[in-house]
C-alpha cells in the first residue's frame, strides 16, 4: 500500500509568483484536505475535496485553489504569492465512506519559501 | 468555532520519566480526536485515534484518553526515551464534517 506522497519537497518563489504543489493520495483513498503550517503553529485546513468536488473551505483567500484528479490526486495552486504564505503545505487523504474512522493520512509536506 | 489548546507548549524531561500531554476543546460535538507526532521539518505521524464513542486508546507505550463532556483528552507516555523527542498535536475532528481542527503542539525534549 502506498502512503501519501507530495512534490516538490521544497520551493521557494519570489513575492507575486505563482505556485502549484501536488499530492498522491494513498490507495483507495477518495478525499483530499490541504493544510497551511507555519512555523510554530498548528496546522490550518485550507480546502478539502471530495471526488473531485470542492467540500469545504477554511479561511483562506480565493487565491488558494485546488483540483482534484479522476485518480484522486490533487494540486493546490496558489497565486500573487506573499510573504506570509511561507508555511509547510501538508496534504492529507481519507476515505470518506469509512464512516467508523475518517481517520487522515498525512504526506511529508512540501517547504515553501516566499522571498 | 472549535479551538483547541495544548499544555504545556514545550516540555523537557530526563530519559525513563512517564509523562502526560494535555489537550482541551471548546466544541464537544466532536466526531474524533486524533494525536499526531511531527519531528522537526516533517509531515504528521498519526499516533492514536479515538472515536467519541471510546474513552481511551492505547499503543505501546502511548495511551490517549478523552473526555468529551469536559472537552480534554491527555496522552500519557511511558518510560520515555530520547526518540521520542518531537512535536505533539492534537486534533479533533467536529461531527458534521471531516476536517481536523489543530493545537498548536507540546514540543517534547527528551535528554539521556
Known amino acids: 500500500e502506498t502512503g501519501v506522497t507530495q512534490s516538490p519537497t521544497h520551493l521557494i518563489k519570489t513575492r507575486g509568483q505563482q505556485v502549484t504543489l501536488r499530492c498522491s493520495s494513498q490507495s483507495g483513498h477518495n478525499t483530499v484536505s490541504w493544510y497551511q503550517q507555519a512555523l510554530g503553529q498548528g496546522p490550518q485546513f485550507i480546502f478539502q475535496?471530495?471526488?473531485?468536488?470542492?467540500?469545504g473551505r477554511g479561511n483562506f483567500p480565493p487565491r488558494f485553489s485546488g483540483l482534484q484528479f479522476p485518480n484522486y490526486s490533487s494540486e493546490l495552486n496558489v497565486n500573487a504569492l506573499e510573504l506570509d504564505d511561507s508555511a509547510l503545505y501538508l496534504c492529507a487523504s481519507s476515505l470518506a465512506e469509512l464512516e467508523d474512522s475518517y481517520e487522515q493520512y498525512f504526506g511529508p509536506g512540501t517547504r515553501l519559501t516566499v522571498t | 468555532k472549535q479551538e483547541v489548546t495544548q499544555i504545556p507548549a514545550a516540555l523537557s524531561v530526563p530519559e525513563g520519566e512517564n509523562l502526560v500531554l494535555n489537550c482541551s476543546f471548546t466544541?464537544?460535538?466532536?466526531?474524533?480526536l486524533q494525536w499526531f507526532r511531527q519531528d522537526p521539518g516533517k509531515g504528521l505521524t498519526s499516533l492514536l485515534l479515538i472515536q467519541s464513542s471510546q474513552r481511551e486508546q492505547t499503543s505501546g507505550r502511548l495511551n490517549a484518553s478523552l473526555d468529551k463532556s469536559s472537552g480534554r483528552s491527555t496522552l500519557y507516555i511511558a518510560a520515555s526515551q530520547p526518540g521520542d523527542s518531537a512535536t505533539y498535536l492534537c486534533a479533533v475532528m467536529n461531527s458534521g464534517y471531516s476536517t481536523l481542527t489543530f493545537g498548536k503542539g507540546t514540543m517534547l525534549l527528551v535528554s539521556p
Open positions: 466544541d464537544s460535538a466532536i466526531y474524533n
Open positions: 475535496y471530495y471526488r473531485e468536488e470542492e467540500n
